[in-house]
C-alpha cells in the first residue's frame, strides 16, 4: 500500500500529511511533486492544505490543471481513494471531482480555530467507520471555505448521502455560531456520488495526535484509518 | 491583426451572498451619509489583451476561454464579458 501527497507549489500541509501517515499510521506514503504524470505506484492520493500559486484568480484553480490532476482523475475513476484537505478540497472542487464552490468567509476573515464535527453520513470511503451524528475535534484554517451549492443541487447532495461533515456545536448540533464561515448548512465535507471522493476543510493531519491537540484528542486519525482498511481489504 | 482590449468581470450570483460588498455598503457607505445607495456587490475584473481579426472574434475567443479553463466557477459566479470601445 503506497499513498502519494501532491505537492503543489504553495503547498504547506504536505510534510505534516506526510509525518501523520508515515509515523503515526505507518503506512508507506510519498510527496509527489504536482508535475508528475504517472501515478501508477500508488493506491490513494492526497490533496494537501496550503495556497497553490498563491490562491491566484481563485483558490485551487490553477492547481485544478496541473500535469497530475489528469492521473488524479483516472484514479478517481477508477474507484481509488482521493482525500483533499482544505486547500486540497478547494482543488477537488475547481477541477470538477467535487461539486460546489468554497467562497471567500462570510465574517472576510481567515478563520484559525479547533470546531466541532459531525458525521452526517458514512458514504465516504474515509468515514466508513464512523456512526452518523459521531463527533470530531479537528481545526481549520482557511480564508475561503464557505462551502456553496445552488438549492436544488444541495437537495440532490442530501438525497445521495453525499454531506459528510457539518459544522456543530458542543452538543452536536448545527447553530450561526457553530458555522465559522458561513456555509450553506454548515457544511464542512462532502464526497462525490461512489464516495471514493472526499474534500474537508478541517485538517485531520493536524487532530491525529494527543499531543496536538487541547482536548488531548485524536479524531484526524479515523479519517486516515478508515481508508487504509478500506485498502486493506481490497 | 489589431489587439483589442477585453474586459472579463466574475461576480456572485445573486444567490450566494457577497459579505464584501455588504461591509463596504453598511460599514462604510451608509455609516459615510449615503443612505442614497441601496446594495453594492463586488466583482473580479480581468483585463485581457488579445489579438484576433475583429471585436467579435476577440470576444469570442475570451469568451471559450472563460468556459474552458473556468476562469470562474459556474456554480457561483457569473461571468460578463465587454469589450472596450466597441
Known sequence: MRVAIIQFPGSNCDFDTLYVL??????KADLVWHKKDDLSDYDAVILP?????????????????SPVMKEVRMMAKDGRPILGICNGFQIL?????LPGALLRNSSLKFVCKWVNLSVVSN?????RRLEKGHLLRMPIAHNEGRYFIEEDDLKELYKRNQIILKY??????????????GSIDGIAGIC?????VFGLMPHPERASEELLSPFNTNDGRIIFSSMIEYLKER | M??????????????????????????????????QVKAVRTAKLLKMWVEAGNGKDAK???????????????????????????
Open chain 1, 22 to 27: 508515515n509515523n503515526v499510521m505507518k503506512v
Open chain 1, 49 to 65: 492544505g496550503g495556497f497553490s500559486y498563491g490562491d491566484r484568480l481563485r483558490a485551487g484553480i490553477i492547481a485544478a490543471y
Open chain 2, 60 to 86: 469570442e475567443i475570451v469568451s471559450k476561454l472563460c468556459d474552458e479553463l473556468r476562469i470562474y466557477n459556474p456554480v457561483a459566479h457569473t461571468c460578463s464579458i465587454n469589450i472596450e470601445g466597441e
Open chain 1, 192 to 196: 462525490n456520488d461512489e464516495g471514493n
Open chain 1, 168 to 181: 456543530v456545536d458542543e452538543s452536536g448540533k448545527p447553530n450561526e455560531s457553530s458555522n465559522p464561515n
Open chain 2, 2 to 35: 489589431k489587439t483589442y482590449l477585453v474586459k472579463v468581470t466574475i461576480e456572485n450570483k445573486p444567490s450566494a451572498r457577497d459579505p464584501e460588498g455588504e461591509t463596504i455598503l453598511k460599514d462604510l457607505l451608509i455609516k459615510g451619509g449615503y443612505k
Open chain 1, 123 to 127: 458514504k465516504a470511503i474515509f468515514t
Open chain 1, 93 to 97: 472542487v475547481e477541477a470538477g471531482l
